[in-house]
């Protein structure tokens, strides 16, 4: 197969203007309409034309840019409806995202006779290979059952007219890659494919061109009206303690919902039990839950009822979660396109989000690697409180220099007016979390000893205190020195 490359981008002549104008059936349009949708978003805007003419395709577009109806329709319209055979076959890494993809096809495929079957593990496999033998039209799966079910002979790919490898980057990587060869080769040579993520590195248009005849590259970079407002800060926090930097950043919490990244399936079960009883409205998703588990949080975590998800990568990959207000990387990613997929899951469509990168001591080689292979530069700065890197205090200066992208470890918060600090009696004596380092109680000060002035580590105020403070501590002014004992006092007894 030719590896020849053609690049379509936004305002190419053949970019469609609306559904209308594309040779879709009326059934299509009228789903789409059903569906609240009458424009092509700037990914199916240019794909769309290029997949109906037949052509091979590879797609990037950032997260949550309609991608997946990018490819969906194509699907349809070169489908068979009288054909009891698999002629559409959607490959993709997890099985949330099959899921998903399957709502949608659902969705525009409404009021048509098509016939579709979800294949992936953690559900018993009688019920695929079922579907599979009534004539299943249209296989959405992950790579691991699906080539199981070819081995059994249950799966037959020899009719497949139109293929697609959703978040391709993974795909062709080495975890999936022998699996997915093996299955691409019991698909005919004259087939029909589409690749979609995104992130596309070179190697990945490099293996791609292995699979794909004569591909056209369709890249979408956003345009900055078009392009979700997604401040990302990394802080270097002065201790390894990034759990109680986390507890902080969860206490400041607004009403929208949060993604926290962990690296293992062990360590995400292990945090979000430790928040859980602090009592955090937290639920976790990682890969050894049950498929009923998973699908039980994930229904949670868009409802609402659970306001934390606490993830592993499971979750970095296309996963259409509209309302999430921010991301919070706990440990860092094994690679720069996983960074992009977790951050991509806050300011999806156009709406506002937030990330954060906690960086400990010991990740500064991993994140230096990290930001070389993203090509852009992520603002680093000094753990400011979690008040400021909330967004709940906003200095001048952080916000400049985030938004110019120069903010750097000598940046600090503006000095604010100094304020006195009183000390009070606590009624609720203060309760220790585990995990996280005591904090100083505001003693009355002694006699003849001077004050010192501090910056307070939730809000940024200048303040006085009667005592040394531990430079590897935070410290608070009194307001926030009480706001914070009955805050967690409150979260132990509810």
């Not at 039990?273 to 049950?290: F, I, K, T, W």
Request: glycine content about 8%.
């Amino acid at each position: 197969m030719s590896s020849t490359v053609h690049s379509v981008r936004p305002g190419a002549e053949r970019a469609a203007a609306s559904f209308s104008s594309l040779p879709i059936q009326p059934a299509t349009v009228a789903a789409l309409t059903e569906m609240g949708i009458t424009e092509p978003t700037p990914i199916q805007a240019a794909a769309l034309p290029v997949l109906l003419d037949g052509r091979d395709v590879i797609g990037q577009a950032r997260t949550g840019s309609g991608k997946t109806l990018a490819f969906v329709i194509p699907a349809l319209e070169v489908l068979d409806p009288r054909q009891p055979a698999v002629q559409v076959l959607v490959l993709t890494p997890t099985r949330e995202l099959a899921v998903q993809i399957d709502g949608v096809l659902q969705q525009a495929a409404a009021g048509r006779r098509v016939s579709s079957t979800l294949i992936f593990g953690g559900r018993p496999a009688g019920t695929q290979i079922a579907a599979l033998r009534r004539g299943a039209q249209i296989v959405i799966g992950t790579p691991g059952r699906v080539l199981d079910l070819l081995k059994q002979g249950e799966l037959r790919l020899d009719r497949v007219r139109f293929l697609v490898l959703d978040e391709a980057d993974e795909m062709l990587d080495r975890g999936f890659a022998p699996d997915v060869e093996r299955i691409l080769a019991r698909t005919p040579r004259e087939r029909q494919t589409a690749l979609f993520s995104a992130t596309v590195p070179a190697w990945v248009s490099d293996t791609a061109a292995h699979h794909l005849r004569r591909p056209v590259t369709v890249a979408i970079d956003p345009d900055p009206e078009d392009a979700a407002p997604i401040p990302h800060v990394a802080y270097d926090l002065p201790t390894d303690d990034k759990v109680g930097a986390l507890r902080e950043l969860l206490d400041l919490r607004g009403d929208g919902s949060i993604i926290v990244f962990g690296r293992t399936k062990h360590g995400v079960k292990k945090l979000a039990h430790q928040l859980e009883r602090d009592g955090y409205p937290v639920g976790a998703l990682q890969g050894n839950l049950s498929q009923n588990a998973r699908d039980r949080v994930m229904e949670q975590f868009r409802a609402g009822e659970v306001q934390i998800l606490v993830a592993t990568n499971v979750a970095a990959r296309g996963l259409d979660i509209t309302s999430v207000d921010q991301v919070i990387n706990l440990e860092l990613p094994e690679s720069p396109e996983l960074l992009t997929h977790r951050v991509g899951r806050t300011g999806r469509m156009g709406r506002e989000g937030r990330a954060i990168t906690l960086l400990a001591p010991t990740d500064a080689a991993k994140w230096r690697d990290l930001s070389r292979g993203l090509g852009r530069r992520i603002p680093r700065a000094p753990w400011p409180g979690a008040a400021v890197a909330a967004g709940q205090v906003d200095p001048p200066v952080v916000r400049q220099a985030a938004a110019t992208g120069t903010l750097t470890r000598s940046t600090r918060p503006e000095p604010r007016p100094t304020r006195a600090l009183v000390a009070r009696p606590v009624a609720t004596p203060p309760v220790e979390r585990r995990s996280e380092p005591a904090r100083r109680q505001v003693p009355a000060a002694a006699p003849g000893r001077t004050p010192t002035t501090i910056v307070c580590s939730a809000c940024g105020q200048r303040a006085e205190v009667p005592f040394q403070p531990d430079p590897t501590r935070p410290v608070y002014c009194d307001d926030c020195h009480r706001s914070r004992r009955h805050r967690h006092g409150a979260g132990r007894r509810s």
